[in-house]
């Protein structure tokens, strides 16, 4: 009768069907896409010559040479400001729309939390109930509850179309463009490009610098711009942190090793042609300004993520406030 009892007041819940662990899943049975031809004819084209030679001669990267070179032919701007305006028009084009997506992508999810908790709690008492009455070890009844939690809250993310590997999106577009980039403006100051004028690319490259890096295919004796580009990285790890309550062993690990991360930066980019530094140093400072216009009440309004219990009305002036807790308290 109990368990009768509960299975009544749980079939509110989104058709709570409790399986066998053993049962197969449903996606057992799927196939596996298949590798794309242009993946294929990358990784073929590494074994000979290697995986950097194949990368720098492969499509995107020529892509990349492309849109810099034209760019700079459609602005007129010396190198440097070339650089620097295809670098905000890029992150404001492609990077801010996907950022701004994961954090509606995350704000949905933020708020199906209190629903979960309930499912959570109610279906850990029927799955009491049930085990009670069937005999159920406690091995079986714990597989039991976490194969039908993960699928009921896999069916409320399907209701609200708010998957959590959807936050992801930016990762795996903004990485690959940084790389591509990076490997085409080297290619640009080396004068490996197979392009005809690339022997003259890398001249007005040697000679479109500014300040203190007018070279901009030699490499930053100053080190001004390799500290730089550590500096913002570290700030933007730093302030992701203090947004961050209760973090967990696995997230702490993370933080550390992106800090790490950030400092190695330093030296690897004081080996490297000042074009590429002012490009990692221009991306980092749109992603810092991307991150804190993100967490502007009026930029999430207009851009219709949800809120959330996380968000502030005053978000700069909580993350100055934790800044002055956490590193100027120590020093008093």
Known sequence: MLCRSCAGWLRSLPTLRLRAPGSPPAWSSARLPALPVWAAASVSAASPGGWYEALAASAPVRTAEEVLLGAQEATGLPWWGSIILSTVALRGAVTLPLAAYQHYILAKVENLQPEIKDIAKRLNQEVAVCARQFGWSKRVARLTYLKNMRRLVSELYVRDNCHPFKATVLVWVQLPMWVFISVALRNLS?????????????????????????????????????????????????IFALQKIGTSRFQ????????????????????????????????????????????????RQLCRIPPSKSDSETPYRDLAAAFCAKFLSRKR
């Open 252 to 299: 702490m690990y993370v933080t550390n090793f992106v800090r790490a991360v950030s400092v190695l930066m330093i030296p690897v980019a004081a080996t490297v042609p000042s074009a590429l530094v002012l490009y990692w140093l221009c991306s980092s400072l749109m992603g810092l300004t991307q991150n804190l216009l993100l967490r502007s009440p009026g930029f």
């Open 190 to 238: 080396t004068g490996a490009t197979r392009s005809d004028a690339g022997i003259s690319v890398q001249e007005q490259l040697a000679a479109g610098g500014t300040l203190w890096f007018p070279d901009l295919t030699a490499m930053d004796s100053t080190w001004i711009l390799p500290v730089s580009v550590g500096v913002v990285n570290l700030l933007i790890v730093e």
